[in-house]
Each structure stands twice: as C-alpha cells, then as structure tokens.
C-alpha cells in the first residue's frame, strides 16, 4: 500500500479556476480525458492510500506508481512550458 505523507500533504493545492465547472475544461485539462480532471477527483486526506498514478516521463517511458509499492516516493510534476497553469 502506499500512503500519502502527511507533509507533503500540507503543500498540496487545487487552484480554484481549475474546479469551476463554468469554465472551459479544455483551457485547464487539454491533455486528460474527463474521468481525470480536478473537478471529478476527491483530494485524498493524510493517511489514506495514494490513488492510482500512471503518467509519462521526460525522456520516454511511464511512471507507475503501483511499481513502487514499499518505498519512499515523490511525484513531481508542473505544466509545460508557457501554458496556464
């Protein structure tokens, strides 16, 4: 199982744009389907288990959090160059 830190929970934000449901989903999620966007997720609390992450990586490849079950993990991540967000 793996579970979120608790101190890295307090660093944890959701911009509030992000989750009006009035503005345009492509401005925001261009890249995510529907069933992954901010405004449909729950932020999980301290403690509970971290949901199922799979992404790309710089350099090729995919990350899947599931292969890292046991050990201590940071996931990174910020969006591309000049674009919202």
């Known amino acids: ?9 307090k660093r944890i934000r959701v911009a509030p744009q992000c989750c009006d449901k009035n503005r345009s989903r492509g401005r925001y999620f261009k890249n995510l389907p529907e069933e992954h966007t901010v405004a449909e997720s729950k932020i999980p609390a301290v403690g509970d288990s971290a949901p199922p992450i799979a992404a790309p ?4 490849g995919e990350f899947d959090l599931s292969t890292e079950l046991g050990k201590w993990v940071v996931v990174y991540f910020y969006p591309r160059a000049n674009t919202p967000g």
């Open 1 to 9: 199982m793996v579970t979120l830190c608790p101190s890295m929970m």
């Open 57 to 60: 990586v710089t350099g090729g």
